[in-house]
Nanobody
Framework: QVQLVESGGGLVQAGGSLRLSCAAS????????MGWYRQAPGKQRELVAA???????NYADSVKGRFTISRDNAKNTVYLQMNSLKAEDTAVYYC?????????WGQGTQVTVSS
């Protein structure tokens, strides 16, 4: 069974940094597209960043130049380094895994940026 466990969220001041981690269990991590999404109160869940099995990345315009997604296939883990955080980055951040037609979500981790 595939499980995704996020960690690294918390409270940080504006301008600060956090690194989120998502550890995936189950086989097939290497061939999966991994992504980070976020959902702020009253808003729809949105893609923040994604990374393919080959290492190609894409980012939401709002985080380009500030956030970096990376993966360690040996550890079945994907990371999101978040720098220069803003109050508008406050949300629950979710890890996502797509393998073929299958799709899994983590339980989410809260990121709160105080201004």
């Amino acid at each position: 069974q595939v499980q995704l466990v996020e960690s690294g969220g918390g409270l940080v001041q504006a301008g600060g940094s956090l690194r989120l981690s998502c550890a995936a269990s189950g086989s097939g991590f290497r061939i999966s597209v991994m992504g980070w999404y976020r959902q702020a109160p009253g808003k729809q869940r949105e893609l923040v960043a994604a990374i393919t099995s080959g290492g190609s990345t894409n980012y939401a315009d709002s985080v380009k130049g500030r956030f970096t997604i990376s993966r360690d296939n040996a550890k079945n883990t994907v990371y999101l380094q978040m720098n220069s955080l803003k109050a508008e980055d406050t949300a629950v951040y979710y890890c996502n895994r797509k393998t073929g037609v299958y799709n899994w979500w983590g339980q989410g981790t809260q990121v709160t940026v105080s201004s």
